[in-house]
Structures are given as structure tokens and as C-alpha cells.
């Protein structure tokens, strides 16, 4: 599966969208993008995933490049309790097992 | 119930001996892995049933480690002979398979302390 690269720290004020990017130049035709986070001391939670186009759900928005090669996760309206490592996966579908969780991106939602 | 339930949600433990970790995932969730994450670090895959078929085995980093599920129910991660390495929170997580789309459910980890 292909690996992503995504910057090790982000801040973002609260109140503001938090737009957290993610490149995965390896990606392959039947892989999809995966978002999860990690709020300190707990297990990851889903965000959002897609394929080709731009999803949005309650949580989030995934803006994916025309070429796939990079996607960007939309936070629209940061708050504190998003403070959190922020992972981009890429993967098969229902590959969970192959999952590769790099270090992702620290997101700091400062008042 | 609601959500992917580990326990102990700690446990300390004393190099050399045995560690049982336990998940209940989520009702009617066939497929099960297990993780590990040690402190400062991203995922690390270890374990993953899918029904009743031959688990995949793959990210067991050593004969040390097993585990077992019984159809589509709880887990058991065993650790032997623990070793200060083996320190980290092991995460356990469950999803549907099939064709709808299904993400994976994490539980809130087990952190193993191996002293």
C-alpha cells in the first residue's frame, strides 16, 4: 500500500478552518484515502474517506487532487477538542490490516 | 455494546512474566485487529482475523505474541516472557466487511507497562 507524507505540526486559531495536507504520490487507482485522528490518550477515530471525489460528512470535508497525488482534510470550524494527531491513510477498501499509521500531524487548536 | 471494549485499560507487569489482553468488538463486526503503538510513534499492525478464515499473522513482531478469536467475538492478545520492549498501548479495533462502505473502530487501547 502506498505511504503518504504529511507535516509533523500544524496550528490553527479557533474558529478557523484547520486544512491539513497530505501527499501520496504512490497512490494507486484502487486506493482509497483515509482520515483518522488520535486525541491524547485514546484510540483513533474515523474521519472521512473517498476515492476520487470530494466528500464531506459532519466532522470534516477531503478535498482530493484531479491526479490523487495529494488531498487535503477540512476542518471548517476548528475548536480545542480538535487537538489531535491527524492520519492520512492510503489503502485498499476494508484493508485495515494494511494500514500504515505514520507519525501524522499534530494539529494545535490555540484559543 | 456501543463501541470496541479493551481490558484492563492498564496493566504493569513484571519482565519475564505472561500478559492477557482482551477486546469485545463491536456486535456483528467480522473482521478484528490488533495494534500497537508505542509512545511517540504511529500504528503498528500486528494481528487481523476476518471471519472464520486463517488470521493474518504478518505484523507479529515475534513467536512471543499470539492471539485468538473465537468466531466473531472477543480476542485475546497473549504476550510471553514479556520484555521492556514490548511497553506500549495496544489498540484493538473491528469493522464490517462487505459491500458498503464501513471504516474501522478503534477502542480505547491497553497500555502495557513492562517493568
Known amino acids: 500500500d502506498a505511504k503518504t507524507t504529511q507535516p509533523p505540526s500544524m496550528d490553527c486559531a479557533e474558529g478557523r478552518a484547520a486544512n491539513l495536507p497530505c501527499n501520496h504520490s504512490t497512490i494507486s487507482g484502487n486506493e482509497y484515502v483515509y482520515w483518522y485522528r488520535q486525541i491524547h490518550s485514546q484510540g483513533p477515530q474515523y474521519i472521512i474517506h473517498?476515492?476520487?471525489n470530494n466528500e464531506t460528512n459532519e466532522m470534516a470535508s477531503l478535498i482530493i487532487t484531479e491526479d490523487r497525488k495529494s488531498s487535503t482534510l477540512i476542518l471548517p470550524h476548528a475548536t480545542l477538542r480538535d487537538t489531535a494527531v491527524y492520519y492520512c491513510?492510503?489503502?485498499?477498501?476494508?484493508?485495515?490490516?494494511?494500514?500504515?499509521f505514520g507519525s501524522g500531524t499534530k494539529l494545535n487548536v490555540k484559543p | 455494546g456501543a463501541g470496541v471494549s479493551q481490558s484492563p485499560s492498564n496493566k504493569v507487569t513484571e519482565k519475564g512474566k505472561d500478559v492477557e489482553l482482551r477486546c469485545d468488538p463491536i456486535?456483528?463486526?467480522?473482521?478484528l485487529y490488533w495494534y500497537r503503538q508505542r509512545l511517540g510513534q504511529g500504528l503498528e499492525f500486528l494481528i487481523y482475523f476476518q471471519g472464520n478464515s486463517a488470521p493474518d499473522k504478518s505484523g507479529l513482531p515475534s513467536d512471543r505474541f499470539s492471539a485468538e478469536r473465537t468466531g466473531e467475538s472477543v480476542s485475546t492478545l497473549t504476550i510471553q516472557r514479556t520484555q521492556q520492549e514490548d511497553s506500549a498501548v495496544y489498540l484493538c479495533a473491528s469493522s464490517f466487511t462487505g459491500e458498503a462502505d464501513t471504516e474501522a473502530f478503534f477502542g480505547q487501547g491497553t497500555r502495557l507497562t513492562v517493568v
Open positions: 456486535s456483528g463486526h467480522t473482521a
Open positions: 473517498g476515492l476520487k
Open positions: 491513510i492510503v489503502s485498499r477498501k476494508y484493508n485495515f490490516n494494511k494500514f500504515y
